[in-house]
């Protein structure tokens, strides 16, 4: 679908409304912002409308068969959200470890999920990181300038992982840069990314916005040989 005949978007709206109050903010202070005042505008989840139950049918039944065959043991989600959609994921024996800016998130995903799932408060963008194998980082650089995204991805290097598991739009054309707690819509094969084919796609078969954004895709790609910043 053309760039110009997607539908608008509530993140990038409720931005705009706001966008003064995130002036000066400090990443993580945009964050927290987000957060406490559920500028996403979701009604069962803390991290928005695409971890919502609906939102994340077709991603936590395919999700296993993504992982499978990348010799995983570890994946670190990064960010975690409130990790509501992914704590019924069978992950089978990898091990979870969950990182988010927000730490009050963090202090709840600690007292309400089960025992086997790891939290920490981190940045992604400049705090070490826990060593992985794999970094799930689902509907996060979509809000994030291009300068905090290649520190993101630095840092994901740092934790030693491979492989890099991340939202990407296949059909979109035009990616652009944006300020931090924003949002918009970014493919990641395309300039100035030009990552190359995905080594895995799973469709995320996405209901937002009227459904104009079916090409909602979580994407694997190797960290060391084909994501550049």
């Not at 997607?6 to 709206?13: F, G, I, K």
């Not at 609906?54 to 670190?76: E, H, Q, S, Y």
């Not at 089960?114 to 963008?125: L, R, W, Y």
């Not at 995320?204 to 550049?228: F, M, N, P, Q, Y």
Request: contains cysteine; hydrophobic residues 40%; aromatic residues 8%.
């Amino acid at each position: 679908m053309p760039d110009d005949d997607r539908p608008s978007v509530l993140a990038h709206d409720r931005f705009l409304v706001r966008r003064e109050a995130f002036v000066h903010l400090s990443l993580k202070d945009r964050f927290r912002l987000i957060h406490d005042h559920n500028l996403w505008g979701a009604e069962t989840s803390a991290s928005g409308l695409g971890s919502e139950a609906d939102a994340t049918r077709a991603i936590r039944d395919g999700l296993p068969g993504l992982l499978a065959g990348l010799n995983i043991a570890t994946l670190l989600d990064a960010p975690c959200g409130d990790a509501g959609w992914i704590t019924h994921v069978d992950l089978g024996g990898i091990h979870y470890i969950g990182v988010d800016i927000v730490a009050d998130l963090i202090a709840r995903n600690m007292s309400e999920h089960p025992p086997g799932f790891e939290f920490h408060a981190a940045d992604i963008t400049r705090d070490a990181l826990p060593k992985a194998d794999a970094v799930l980082c689902r509907d996060c650089l979509v809000h994030l300038s291009f300068a905090n995204i290649e520190r993101a991805l630095a840092n994901f290097r740092r934790s030693g992982a491979r492989w890099l598991v991340t939202t990407t739009f296949t059909q979109w054309q035009h990616n652009r840069d944006c300020e931090d707690g924003d949002w918009r819509a970014l493919n990641f094969v395309r300039e100035p990314f030009t990552w190359g084919p995905p080594a895995r796609l799973l469709n995320e078969h996405c209901d937002e916005g009227g459904g104009g954004w079916r090409d909602k895709s979580l994407a694997v790609w190797d960290l060391a040989t084909t994501v550049r910043p």
